[in-house]
């Protein structure tokens, strides 16, 4: 029979609830034996009136609280007191070792039962442990163990003349007893099933983060990389066309490689080093938006590259991830160009209207039919970097030739115009 693990480890603090709770339980199942004898015997010593004695059995009447034949005469002895001393050590065990705990309570809770013992304490007992390896383990591993309890609670119709098992009464209570484990059971595994549910979210919420994470890496590194090494490409193109005639222009492009390279490892040293440091929740330095937009510009006219670029209305003051969502997505577009348009021209336009942010990225390259437009991890990535403000981006070549990169995105309120409404 399989014994999976437990599904939730045992904590050493535990121990300060399961030991005092099977301590309670043993002090009340002895309890119980003793408070069931003075009633046998006409009720506690120091309520009974010697010159009017009870009638056998006490109150409960000549049979006493046990079933027919008790009259009160019943002893503490060596299977009781074992019987009790195992049901406590398998309730305090039943979290650290829920096998050997469960063991010891159907042993034990039989051997008390069938000593003679009340059935009211002693089946809390088998409650809990069953219920503990209900919580604890899969069905298919505790269920063929549970067969246990039924010699275990019919160990109560024994005591004490053997006629229980032909006692209406007793038989009902044993199913009775019986239904209760059950119901106990069927508690715990809802608690297993509720748990396992609650951690499968979780972890899905953590996958889902992490592979989100990841995605946003990889576009920011995919964007700094792409459009660092274009640019660094045209520069280098251009110092070695005009290296023997022109020296002069060649030492300006080695310059300019130079700057876009260091700029561009010290972004990128900034952009990674959250994932050297889990502590560090933001990047070392501010991340790119459109206030640098003229400098990614005037670095790609050095190289020769001609870009117009218009801007209408104030784009100051957007928030932090409108603002580099808006400056990734016209690097990157650009990137395109550069890689895709050859010597074409291209028209940058920014407008803000209201809350909406409009950016358009138009070459004049070669003409270019739809159908062949394929859309890799740059256009992927800017309709993923505008999707994620909540925006919309569309790549569409242009009739007269080139292709026409659109985007809108939403500028949030600020949070006391918010408030107001």
Same mark, same amino acid.
């Given at each position: 029979m399989a014994r999976s693990t437990p599904a939730i480890r045992p904590e050493p603090r535990q121990l300060l609830l399961d030991v005092p709770l099977g301590l309670a339980l043993g002090m009340l199942t002895w309890w119980s034996v003793v408070f069931g004898r003075w009633m046998g015997q006409g009720g506690p010593p120091w309520t009974r009136d010697e010159g009017h004695p009870e009638p056998p059995g006490g109150p409960y009447g000549p049979y006493g609280p046990y079933g027919p034949g008790y009259d009160g005469s019943f002893e503490m002895t060596v299977p009781l007191a074992v019987?009790?001393?195992l049901l406590t050590v398998g309730l305090a065990l039943r979290r650290f070792k829920p096998w050997l705990g469960y063991g010891l309570v159907v042993v034990g809770v039989g051997v008390a039962l069938a000593a003679g013992v009340p059935a009211g304490f002693v089946n809390i007992v088998a409650m809990i442990s069953v219920y503990t390896l209900a919580r604890l383990f899969? $069905? &298919?591993?505790?269920l063929p163990w549970s067969v246990a309890t039924i010699p275990m609670v019919a160990a109560g119709l024994w005591p004490p003349d053997?006629?229980?098992?032909? +006692? $209406?009464n007793r038989i009902a209570g044993a199913m009775f =007893?019986?239904?209760l484990i059950g119901l106990a059971a069927t508690v715990g595994m809802i608690r297993r099933t509720r748990r396992e549910a609650v951690l499968q979210e979780r972890d899905a919420d953590l996958r889902r983060s992490a592979y989100e994470e990841r995605l946003r890496i990889a576009r920011e590194v995919h964007d700094l990389i792409g459009h660092s090494?274009?640019?660094i490409n045209m520069q280098a193109g251009v110092a070695l066309h005009v290296l023997d005639k022109r020296p002069e222009q060649a030492e300006e492009s080695l310059r300019a490689i130079r700057q876009t390279s260091k700029d561009a490892l010290a972004e990128l040293r900034s952009t990674l080093a959250v994932f050297r440091d889990p502590g560090r929740s933001e990047p070392t330095a501010p991340e790119p938006g459109l206030a640098r937009l003229e400098n990614l510009i005037a670095a790609m006219r050095q190289a020769g590259r001609t870009i117009e670029l218009t801007v209408d209305g104030e784009i100051g003051g957007l928030p932090p991830t409108? +603002?580099?969502? =808006?400056y990734r997505i016209v690097q990157e577009a650009l990137t395109n160009v550069? &890689?895709? =348009?050859?010597d074409a021209t291209a028209d940058v336009s920014i407008t803000r209207q209201g809350r909406r942010l409009l950016l358009a990225i138009v070459d004049h390259g070669p003409p270019i039919r739809s159908e062949t437009l394929a859309e890799g991890h740059g256009i992927s990535g800017m309709r993923e970097r505008a999707r994620a403000v909540g925006g919309t981006l569309t790549?569409? $070549?242009q009739p007269g030739g080139g292709v026409a990169v659109r985007a809108q995105l939403p500028i949030p309120a600020p949070a006391n115009e918010e408030g107001e409404r």
């Open positions: 019987g009790i001393l899969e $069905p &298919r591993a505790w053997g006629r229980g098992f032909f +006692d $209406p =007893a019986l239904v090494l274009s640019v409108l +603002d580099h969502t =808006a550069v &890689r895709h =348009a050859g790549v569409q $070549p």
